[in-house]
């Protein structure tokens, strides 16, 4: 293992980082110049999360909630999806009870923070985490609730910013595998690093070999550099673990209120396509152990929408604790299929930004005769069976259908989406906004006013070839 940054009371261990992004302060500064080998860093690697982020604006339902649209989410018969029945763990710093709108039912320390347990969290990321996946409505209007209330939460506790163990690559590999050993059928992990670990990889293919489908975040290191404690340089956009061991994993990147990739948002590149897709993860709201709703920036809190949609996948077909290969590739694919790219894939936004109500309403089936809640057929990538019902993917991405070239008119199907520089409130988002539409209405009154001169002065032209006057003679 790599000698990676120290972290907190932790006399040898390595840090992981947490994918928090730029709305703490010293958060970038941290993040750019401490980000460790192997692993990551907090969003303040000095104190914890719980002491360096801003307090949400108001009590309002988070947008990234708004936009999940809970009354919508919905199986093919009308039925309200929770992920009840369905076991979700949190790889993380630990889960609080956020005013009790959320409960743990199992879990491990690995932290070293034995005294308090696994339903803890002095850090308050893991908290933040789960609260997306599984808090629980407040009984009054607006407020935190979470896209899969209905889980059962597993914390698998092995980072945090008190931790004395843990915060490392093998630590995360343990927690991993005992979520397995749990009967986990959805793993969150908000963290990466930057060296790939035996030990971590196998934990993936034994995660991914009892059909659980790990959820990873890309990372926040898409635009500055990378260096870690030792002064090893892996550059700006580095490959990050385990998400880039897809197609065992689903990599998540971060879009903003207006579909726009921030540019702290890590993507692939040509030779290691491992994004699978974007969900919300800019000005996201979430709730610390406290109970108080907070808000932040990062691929963090993009990985967990989608362990959301992913529970409540499982729910719908019935395929809680169905431990082979087969669900976690089957889920995999309604999800990237039905994300927002329309079957072409990017390397920023993967196969786009999900869409848990139409993946919720896809006719999957592992044969050509109608929607089934059976599994395709196969046990490994390279057997799979085909999911009708789904739209095809083609190009480099996981669990593609084929090359970009085998899709019909591949040319035009290219899927580009701005990158924005990384806004710390919904305001600065609204100005940005405002500013390009401002500039779209003037370029289109440009526009209309030089077509309007085109026009007219044809229209003269014209007017004067009919004038005796204006007749040549040759």
């Known amino acids: 293992m790599s000698t990676l940054r120290k972290m907190g009371c932790a006399a040898a261990s390595t840090a992981l980082a947490l994918g928090t992004g730029f709305a703490l302060p010293g958060a970038q500064a941290a993040a750019g110049a401490a980000a460790a080998a192997g692993a990551t860093v907090l969003a303040d690697t000095s104190t914890?999360?719980?002491?360096?982020?801003?307090?949400?604006?108001?009590?309002?339902?988070?947008?990234?909630?708004?936009?999940?649209?809970?009354?919508?989410?919905?199986?093919?018969?009308?039925?309200?999806?929770?992920?009840?029945?369905?076991?979700?763990?949190?790889?993380?710093?630990?889960?609080?009870?956020?005013?009790?709108?959320?409960?743990?039912?199992?879990?491990?320390?690995?932290?070293?923070?034995?005294?308090?347990?696994?339903?803890?969290?002095?850090?308050?990321?893991?908290?933040?985490?789960?609260?997306?996946?599984?808090?629980?409505?407040?009984?009054?209007?607006?407020?935190?609730?979470?896209?899969?209330?209905?889980?059962?939460?597993?914390?698998?506790?092995?980072?945090?910013?008190?931790?004395?163990?843990?915060?490392?690559?093998?630590?995360?590999?343990?927690a991993i595998n005992d979520a397995v050993d749990l009967g986990a059928d959805v793993i969150n992990i908000s963290q990466d690093g930057y060296d790939s670990a035996p030990?971590?990889?196998?934990?993936?293919?034994?995660?991914?070999?009892?059909?659980?489908?790990?959820v990873t975040s890309a990372g926040n290191q898409g635009d500055r550099d990378t260096t870690d404690s030792s002064?090893?340089?892996?550059?700006?956009?580095?490959?990050?673990?385990?998400?880039?061991?897809?197609?065992?994993?689903?990599?998540?990147?971060?879009?903003?209120?207006?579909?726009?990739?921030?540019?702290?948002?890590?993507?692939?590149?040509?030779?290691?396509?491992?994004?699978?897709?974007?969900?919300?993860?800019?000005?996201?709201?979430?709730?610390?152990?406290?109970?108080?709703?907070?808000?932040d920036d990062g691929t963090s809190f993009a990985a967990p929408y989608v362990a959301a949609e992913a529970a409540l996948i499982i729910q719908e077909h019935g395929w809680a604790g169905q431990d082979v290969p087969a669900r976690a590739y089957e889920v995999m694919?309604?999800?990237?299929?039905?994300?927002?790219?329309?079957?072409?894939?990017?390397?920023?936004?993967?196969?786009?930004?999900?869409?848990?109500?139409?993946?919720?309403?896809?006719?999957?089936?592992?044969?050509?005769?109608?929607?089934?809640?059976?599994?395709?057929?196969?046990?490994?990538?390279?057997?799979?069976?085909t999911v009708y019902g789904l739209t095809k993917m083609y190009g480099a991405g996981p669990n593609a259908d084929g090359p970009a070239s085998s899709a019909a008119g591949s040319g035009s199907q290219i899927v580009a989406r701005p990158y924005v520089a990384a806004v710390s409130n919904k305001t600065a988002q609204e100005q940005q906004r405002g500013a390009y539409i401002a500039l779209a209405v003037g370029l289109l009154v440009a526009i209309v006013t030089l077509a309007g001169a085109a026009v007219a002065r044809d229209a003269g032209r014209r007017r004067r070839a009919l004038r005796p006057d204006s007749a040549q003679t040759s």
Request: hydrophobic share 40%; proline share 5%; glycine share 14%.
């Open 48 to 174: 914890c999360t719980v002491n360096n982020i801003s307090a949400a604006p108001n009590q309002d339902t988070p947008w990234e909630i708004g936009t999940a649209g809970l009354a919508q989410l919905v199986n093919s018969h009308g039925v309200r999806m929770t992920g009840a029945g369905v076991k979700v763990a949190v790889v993380d710093t630990g889960i609080g009870k956020a005013d009790n709108q959320l409960s743990v039912s199992g879990g491990v320390v690995l932290n070293g923070e034995t005294s308090t347990g696994y339903a803890a969290d002095d850090d308050g990321h893991g908290t933040m985490v789960a609260s997306i996946i599984a808090a629980k409505a407040t009984g009054t209007d607006g407020g935190m609730q979470g896209i899969a209330p209905g889980v059962t939460l597993l914390s698998m506790r092995e980072a945090g910013c008190q931790a004395t163990a843990g915060n490392n690559e093998n630590a995360m590999a343990t």
């Open 199 to 214: 030990a971590l990889y196998n934990a993936v293919l034994n995660a991914y070999d009892h059909g659980v489908i790990v």
């Open 231 to 295: 002064g090893r340089d892996y550059g700006v956009n580095p490959l990050t673990y385990p998400a880039a061991y897809q197609p065992y994993v689903i990599a998540v990147g971060a879009v903003d209120e207006y579909e726009s990739v921030p540019t702290f948002s890590e993507k692939g590149t040509t030779a290691h396509p491992f994004v699978g897709v974007v969900a919300p993860g800019v000005s996201v709201e979430a709730l610390l152990p406290s109970g108080k709703l907070v808000v």
């Open 333 to 385: 694919k309604i999800i990237e299929s039905t994300a927002d790219g329309a079957g072409a894939y990017n390397l920023s936004t993967g196969w786009g930004e999900v869409d848990i109500r139409q993946a919720l309403q896809a006719p999957v089936s592992n044969s050509s005769s109608g929607p089934s809640d059976q599994l395709v057929s196969g046990t490994q990538s390279s057997d799979f069976g």
